[in-house]
């Protein structure tokens, strides 16, 4: 393969997701036949905004795309989620991950390296597929690997996808769902109130939103959340 500056930039761990149209072709030209075919998957436990372990996965293809996914983790779970693998015991208060790292590079890994990662449908069929973990009542969950370890490759197979494209993520997630409509920026929703576990309360309700679904824009829209935050602020206190 030739050494150009384009080439080995796509072996940084810093390389974007996503990747200029030149070095994409690039990368192609390389590797016509391979470019997007999984070559490494590496999972490790990492710290999410609160302070609470969480799974990541790193994803090299053959082609040197290199993307990295960190699984989200909801304060608050219904009985019917997907199991999120923890390991119990006094590390980090019973919240450590390390069993579900461990399967995403024991496991997972050697299922997934190898195929391809345009193909996210077939990926997480394989993945679901392989885990045999039910519930009580034999309804399949995700408890033997863990929806962290799943979801993670997942993730990370999806911005590898993308990536391979030379397309955005959300463009990305079009193509697989067939949505060839035309994107418009979404209305944003204002968390105001926090009730649940998340708050340490008596509101019964998670959250409460303000959704300017009336603005004429995106603008308008933020404007109008966040006026009527500061003014729900000044009403509470009174």
Do not use: W
């Amino acid at each position: 393969a030739r050494d150009t500056p384009a080439l080995r930039r796509r072996s940084s761990p810093r390389f974007a997701a996503m990747v200029s149209p030149s070095v994409l072709e690039l990368i192609k030209s390389e590797y016509p036949n391979s470019y997007s075919i999984v070559k490494k998957i590496k999972g490790r436990e990492v710290l999410d905004s609160r302070g609470n372990p969480t799974v990541e996965v790193e994803l090299v293809t053959e082609g040197g795309i290199h993307v990295f996914a960190i699984v989200p983790s909801g304060a608050s779970t219904g009985i019917h989620e997907a199991c999120e693998l923890r390991d119990d015991g006094p590390r980090y208060c019973g919240k450590g991950c390390l069993t579900a790292v461990k399967h995403v590079n024991e496991e997972l890994r050697f299922a997934i390296e190898g195929m391809c990662c345009m193909d996210q449908k077939a990926i997480d069929e394989k993945m679901c597929a392989l885990d045999k973990g039910t519930t009580d009542l034999g309804y399949r969950n995700k408890s033997e690997f863990g929806a962290n370890a799943i979801l993670g490759i997942s993730i990370a197979v999806a911005k590898a996808g993308a990536a391979c494209k030379g397309v955005a993520l959300y463009q990305h997630f079009a193509d697989l769902a067939g949505n060839p409509g035309v994107f418009v920026m979404p209305v944003p929703c204002f968390n105001v109130v926090n009730g649940g576990s998340h708050a340490g309360n008596k509101l019964a309700f998670q959250e409460y939103f303000i959704i300017p679904v009336g603005a004429s824009s995106f603008k308008e829209a933020m404007q109008i959340g966040c006026e009527c935050y500061h003014k729900l602020k000044g009403i509470i206190k009174k």
